[in-house]
């Protein structure tokens, strides 16, 4: 997936990942820059995603495997 960032920094009060540990178990984060990292729950995530406003998506693929790719997202 082609990604192609943004010229100008963006302004956002909350970023929303979606991560692969180690073990291949995804994670899910809501961030606040500079202030906290907090897990979340799948079910969140998804809410937040189908009815926040984004600003922004940031796809993040996993080397090695084109269909598999984790997500970050700003609000």
Do not use: C, W
Request: net charge positive; charged share 20%; glycine share 4%.
């Amino acid at each position: 997936m082609k990604y192609i960032p943004s010229p100008i920094p963006i302004r956002f009060e909350y970023m929303y990942s979606a991560t692969s540990n180690r073990s291949g178990r995804m994670q899910y984060h809501k961030v606040r820059p500079g202030v906290t990292k907090l897990r979340i729950s799948r079910q969140e995530f998804i809410k937040a995603y189908n009815e926040m406003t984004i600003l922004a998506i940031h796809p993040l693929p996993l080397r090695g495997q084109d269909a598999v790719f984790q997500l970050e997202f700003y609000v």
